[in-house]
């Protein structure tokens, strides 16, 4: 079995791209079995003494883990959790907007993109951004085996693309409100078990969710080549 460890900012996005991904693999009659394991934020029964969430824990993850994450031994066992076949590594758009003054958000040589930059911008400076948190200058990183997920403007934007019909999802920066609108549990507490529901309507229209989110379907294809 393949296991895919989950580098996220919250447990929420966990549950959405384990979901939405399981959709997908269906939609093209992937076969093969593959669980997911949480690698930050950790499951509740592993996070002793607290277990910290956000765009800086994933980018604490990153550092204490150059390069991604080592390769499976041959023997390795799937209930070994110091090896993952693959990780992926996510993070939200809409972080640039609420930090933009961070110094840790910052590339040498680059401009933060601002709002009105395309979704592809955004995206594009997230994933060197990952990258510069991964590699030092020159190293190269292995994206079979560690992918960088961002998502623009954040992982509810999957959600509204399979609940409603956006023609374009990634290009609404206020994708909570609208997601409130697509379904009322979204207006409800934000909780694994409501963002699983969600998950698993949304995912009903995974065809839409592929075709009208690109950094979804950038992060389907290069988990499932």
Not at 19 to 47: F, K, M, V
Not at 147 to 161: K, N, Y
Request: glycine share 6%; proline share 7%.
């Amino acid at each position: 079995m393949s296991v895919i460890g989950l580098v996220t900012e919250g447990p929420t996005d966990q549950v959405v791209i384990e979901h939405l991904l399981r959709r997908y693999a269906q939609s093209q009659n992937i076969e093969g079995d593959w669980t997911c394991r949480e690698l930050q934020p950790l499951p509740p029964s592993q996070a002793l003494g607290g277990n910290k969430r956000g765009w800086t824990q994933v980018r604490q993850w990153c550092l204490e883990h150059p390069r991604g994450w080592p390769p499976r031994p041959l023997f390795a066992s799937n209930m070994d959790t110091d090896y993952c076949d693959r990780v992926i590594i996510h993070l939200d758009a809409d972080l640039l907007d609420k930090d933009p003054g961070n110094r840790s958000l910052r590339l040498p040589g680059t401009e933060m993109p601002s709002r009105t930059a395309t979704p592809a911008e955004r995206g594009n400076f997230l994933r060197n951004l990952l990258h510069s948190w991964l590699c030092q200058e020159g190293e190269t990183l292995d994206l079979r085996r560690t992918v960088l997920a961002p998502a623009v403007e954040a992982i509810e934007t999957w959600l509204v693309a399979g609940l409603c019909d956006d023609a374009e999802p990634e290009s609404n920066h206020d994708v909570a409100l609208r997601l409130g609108e697509c379904d009322s549990l979204a207006k409800s507490e934000k909780s694994v078990d409501n963002y699983q529901r969600l998950a698993e309507h949304a995912g009903k229209q995974i065809h839409r969710i592929t075709e009208r989110c690109p950094h979804f379907r950038t992060l389907a294809e290069a988990v499932f080549p």
